[in-house]
């Protein structure tokens, strides 16, 4: 693949790859979730900042090399800096740092033979994590109340702590499983607990948007209008997103490690029992993060029809786009 087709001509703001397709999305987010950007210094990140900005002014003459300095710079920015509020993202809520942040609680989670407490703490620790990264990805275009962050936090905390923990008591009741089956069951708790407890998550620290709508804008990125369809549009893709995301990271792994269980190697030295089901939870958290958020494009577009009348009275074009957030 030449430079040209790797780093097209440069567009500020846009993908540059295809977001009309799920492969251009993927490879979107794969750029996304990169964490090499984690390690991005104060300079680095103000180098890129100032390019940009020199681009958008027309300072800055372009040549085909430059198209490759500033979809970098450009990668930097977004990985860091939040699109609405233009603050920094502190690094273990970043879509950068979900997975490297994100493994050791999940491996946390998919512990054989986990008791009451270390259930209660390991759901209570993923969730936080989720709520602080569904905090700082979350479209911020109107504010919201801090109380409604809280009352999502509280209600994932204690739906995902109830279903594990109930979920867990009829596994360990059920008479017509064996022993063995009891085991495999129970590894495979965590994932409603989890996939239901996210989207409670989402929706609940996210539904003031229901209220006030979240702005929409032209494809020259002119806010026209303020709606609540495209909240609930917006709302509805990243609930489907939460539901998605955990299964293959805590289906996958309970799958391999059942296999592995039965190998001579693992079965003579058990200690390495928890790396190895650390490196396949990473390995499908790392899999499935991009996929699950390469359902639907972070900008969304949307039919003007389907929008409030305020807002199709306003502008003559067909279609408007709005931030899904993620």
């Not at 180098?47 to 800055?60: A, R, T, V």
Request: aromatic content about 8%.
């Amino acid at each position: 693949m030449s430079s040209s087709d790797e780093f097209p001509p440069f567009v500020l703001g846009r993908s540059r790859f295809d977001q009309s397709c799920f492969s251009g999305r993927l490879r979107h987010f794969m750029d996304v979730i990169d964490p090499r950007t984690l390690f991005t210094s104060e300079a680095d990140l103000q180098k890129s900042i100032k390019l940009l900005e020199s681009f958008k002014d027309g300072k800055l003459p372009i040549t085909a090399s430059d198209n490759e300095e500033l979809w970098k710079a450009q990668k930097i920015k977004q990985a860091i800096i939040h699109p609405d509020t233009g603050e920094k993202i502190l690094m273990p809520f970043r879509m950068s740092g979900f997975v490297p942040f994100g493994s050791p609680i999940v491996t946390g989670l998919l512990l054989p033979n986990p008791t009451f407490k270390s259930t209660i703490f390991w759901q209570w620790l993923n969730q936080s994590h989720n709520a602080c990264v569904n905090y700082s990805n979350r479209n911020a275009s109107k504010e919201t109340p801090v109380s409604r962050f809280v009352l999502g936090y509280v209600g994932a905390v204690t739906s995902a702590v109830g279903i594990a923990l109930g979920l867990g008591a009829l596994v360990k009741r059920a008479n017509g499983l064996s022993p063995g089956m009891k085991i495999l069951v129970q590894k495979f708790v965590p994932f409603p607990a989890v996939a239901t407890a996210s989207t409670c998550n989402v929706i609940l620290m996210r539904n003031s948007e229901l209220a006030t709508g979240i702005e929409v804008f032209d494809k020259n990125e002119n806010i026209v209008g303020t709606s609540q369809t495209a909240a609930k549009k917006a709302l509805a893709e990243t609930a489907v997103t939460r539901m998605v995301l955990p299964a293959p990271l805590l289906i996958i792994p309970p799958i391999v490690m059942t296999f592995l269980e039965k190998t001579r190697f693992l079965r003579s030295n058990p200690r390495f029992h928890l790396p190895l089901n650390a490196l396949v939870t990473t390995l499908s958290f790392g899999f499935a993060l991009p996929v699950a958020i390469a359902l639907f494009p972070q900008v969304s577009q949307i039919n003007t029809d389907e929008l409030e009348e305020e807002i199709k009275n306003n502008v003559t074009d067909k279609v408007l786009f709005y931030n899904k957030g993620l």
